[in-house]
């Protein structure tokens, strides 16, 4: 079962498919004339007329898989149809104990899902319309505008009348004549209607406010009351302030700059611009993305104008363009360069589309291929589980409705020359390392590299990263064979010599646990050298349990692994297009970003982590330099700390003294340091504190 995960990676031993029925399954019981249940439900989907209506989801491809549960009666049905009673009847047992609790009714969709290996979209129309819908206009920006649309322009009216009673600049010199105090009870009397109108400011209800002693005067005298001298010297002193500050009403200064102000309170607000992309949005499809961005985000147009209100050329605010953008639908380059894929995160939440087809492509029949990459996307997006004793999460192909149907799949995948798989895996290899060469692959991506790799069987294993708190102390023989590979692409290079790493011994030692695994006969489960090597490395051997011990662990394990990036340049043959040099220096931007960031900062460690991380990516794409190329990137790496705050260049210092030292020819002593601790290793983890701190 797919199972409900919580934030942190925790199990809550519910299942995703389980829990009420959703409306799709209560309008299903209606319209097949059996109880809202879901065990009536499933023995409905077995007879013919059930089976007539999952034949039709089929063949028009209008149903949505949201948990791979939901693909289980569709490939009943696909047996059926196609002469395979014994392994439908086969699956239907294994499903049966389950169908009072689990949904294995397809939902039912407009359309047919768009195909993924042309365009991908992050997100849909429908949830940028619920985005952009979810927006409310910024009380202190509308405050703001009715203070300059509303309360300044009448401030200055009633500066006016008062102005009509001064004599060398002070007020109340000459009595008010019935004329003004008319004209006063007009201006008292627009100002209680704008007061129930505008609510937003509320500085002229201050009667300390200049505004407020000049209407709060007003008052009392259209009243017949004379003014005490206290109130009269306030009303003195607020008329001279106004006319001190912004000048004379009708005065050059005084205009342009209520000119300026009246243009500054007529700009959109970015809630109503809002509102117009929604009415734009409206017309579109809902459930797909946008192929042309273009046209919705073009300024207001004279008929829009009339209708909304706003003012004619007005564009939407960038906040506004980045929620329609995030809708756009191109190749997976495309969202990258455009960025609407901003992070090797959310890369790998779209990747599992891509793959989904791809992997697909490998099953006879347009309806099954359909229906198996519906199934591996809802697949892809199961969250992670944290798991103990190297346990992992169940398999695609180990799920019931997949292996009744795995006798379908061709000898060849994808393209006819054998070659979909692999090449779709380096393109996606080539895409993350190019446009984010400083950050870990994710997971959720490695997991789906490993989708691919399981398809060609290229011997190419991909490593997760580990979680140091439930760490075993131990690693799957999978992260030897990594290493390994990244011995066979590294020996005798910058990466091998800059991190004291002995890719020979690795080789070795990598035979001698094949050997020994070959005698096992249940196969190795883990590989005790490998995990040994990595403790030695970190120092760790004869240390009792800490998180921070666990992580330095880790860290070497991805050290000697470099993290799939050897994997993905020896094996499937990545070769990024701006060059290993620049990412080289892109990885040091990234470096240099996250130094700054550890002055003054109270945790810095994930930082720290983080920062040699891309270090270590740095010195990886440096060692596949040729020799001039490699110096001239360092010797340039220098000039890029000077662009960077004074305190980023001192705590990388160390770092760089100890890269240029190895280019050079030099080596670091056992601790990792060099020159009287002048020159450092930059790593991310630490039991001691960092240095970088």
């Not at 008292?188 to 400011?201: D, F, K, N």
């Not at 809902?286 to 147009?301: K, M, S, W, Y």
């Not at 003012?311 to 990258?336: D, F, K, M």
């Not at 359909?370 to 398999?395: D, I, P, T, Y």
């Amino acid at each position: 079962m797919t199972p409900e995960v919580v934030r942190g990676g925790f199990a809550t031993g519910t299942a995703s498919a389980g829990g009420p029925l959703q409306a799709y399954e209560t309008e299903a019981a209606r319209a097949f004339g059996v109880p809202a249940e879901r065990r009536a439900l499933f023995a409905h989907c077995l007879t013919e007329p059930g089976l007539a209506w999952l034949w039709d989801r089929l063949d028009s491809g209008r149903y949505e898989i949201g948990v791979p549960e939901e693909a289980a009666l569709l490939t009943v049905a696909w047996l059926v149809r196609h002469g395979e009673r014994d392994a439908a009847l086969d699956l239907v047992a294994e499903l049966e104990p389950f169908a009072d609790r689990l949904r294995f009714l397809p939902r039912p969709a407009d359309a047919p899902a768009p195909d993924a290996t042309a365009a991908l979209h992050r997100y849909t129309v429908a949830e940028a319309v619920d985005a952009l819908a979810r927006r409310r206009p910024n009380t202190a920006v509308e405050t703001q505008r009715e203070a300059l649309a509303v309360w300044q322009p009448f401030g200055d009216e009633l500066l006016v009348h008062w102005l009509r009673t001064a004599r060398d600049g002070r007020v109340l010199e000459i009595l008010p004549d019935a004329g003004w105090l008319a004209h006063g009870e007009v201006l008292l009397g627009r100002y209680r209607r704008l007061a129930a109108e505008h609510t937003r400011c509320s500085k002229h209800r201050n009667p300390k406010e200049n505004l407020g002693i000049l209407r709060g005067a007003l008052e009392e005298t259209a009243a017949g009351l004379p003014l005490d001298a206290r109130r009269l010297g306030l009303l003195r002193h607020a008329v001279q302030s106004m006319v001190r500050r912004r000048g004379l009403p009708g005065s050059a200064a005084h205009t342009a700059l209520r000119r300026c102000q009246g243009e500054q309170a007529a700009l959109a607000s970015h809630h109503a611009l809002a509102q117009l992309m929604l009415r734009r949005l409206a017309v579109l499809p809902q459930e797909t993305g946008i192929t042309d961005v273009a046209p919705l985000l073009d300024a207001v147009t004279e008929d829009e104008s009339r209708e909304t209100g706003l003012p004619a050329g007005a564009v939407a605010p960038a906040v506004i363009r980045q929620v329609v953008e995030s809708a756009l639908s191109a190749p997976l380059g495309t969202l990258v360069e455009r960025g609407v894929v901003p992070s090797a995160e959310v890369l790998a939440e779209l990747v599992p589309q891509l793959v989904a087809v791809t992997a697909a492509q490998a099953y006879g029949g347009e309806a099954l291929r359909a229906l198996m990459a519906a199934n591996h996307r809802a697949f892809g997006n199961r969250r992670s589980l944290l798991l103990l004793n190297l346990e992992r999460q169940v398999r695609l192909e180990e799920l019931p409705w997949v292996r009744a149907v795995s006798g379908q799949r061709s000898a060849v995948l994808g393209r006819p020359d054998g070659e979909g798989a692999l090449a779709v895996l380096r393109q996606l290899g080539e895409l993350a390392v190019q446009a984010f060469p400083g950050t870990l692959l994710p997971n959720p991506l490695v997991r789906e590299f490993g989708v691919l790799e399981r398809q060609r069987d290229l011997g190419a294993p991909f490593v997760e990263e580990l979680a140091a708190d439930i760490f075993m102390g131990t690693f799957s023989p999978k992260f030897l064979t990594a290493a390994r590979i990244a011995g066979e692409l590294l020996g005798g290079t910058l990466y091998e010599r800059y991190y004291g790493i002995d890719y020979a011994a690795v080789r070795d030692l990598a035979i001698v646990e094949t050997a020994t695994a070959l005698t096992r006969p249940y196969g190795a489960h883990t590989s005790p050298g490998f995990a040994r090597l990595c403790a030695e490395r970190a120092g760790t051997a004869s240390r009792s349990w800490s998180v921070a011990a666990n992580g330095a662990v880790i860290e070497q394990a991805q050290i000697l692994t470099t993290h799939n990036l050897a994997t993905l340049v020896h094996r499937v043959g990545v070769a990024p297009r701006p060059g290993w040099a620049d990412l080289a220096r892109r990885c040091f931007v990234t470096v240099c970003r996250l130094a700054s960031r550890v002055h003054r900062n109270p945790r810095p460690l994930g930082t720290v982590k983080d920062a040699a991380y891309a270090w270590r990516q740095m010195v990886f794409h440096l060692s596949l330099c040729p020799p001039a190329e490699q110096r001239r990137v360092i010797a340039g790496l220098h000039e890029e700390t000077a662009r960077h705050p004074a305190h980023a260049a001192a705590r990388l210092a160390p770092a760089l003294a100890g890269l240029d030292m190895v280019a050079g020819g030099g080596a670091f002593a056992g601790d990792g340091t060099a020159d009287g601790g002048r020159a450092r290793r930059f790593l991310g983890w630490s039991t001691d504190g960092h240095w970088m701190r």
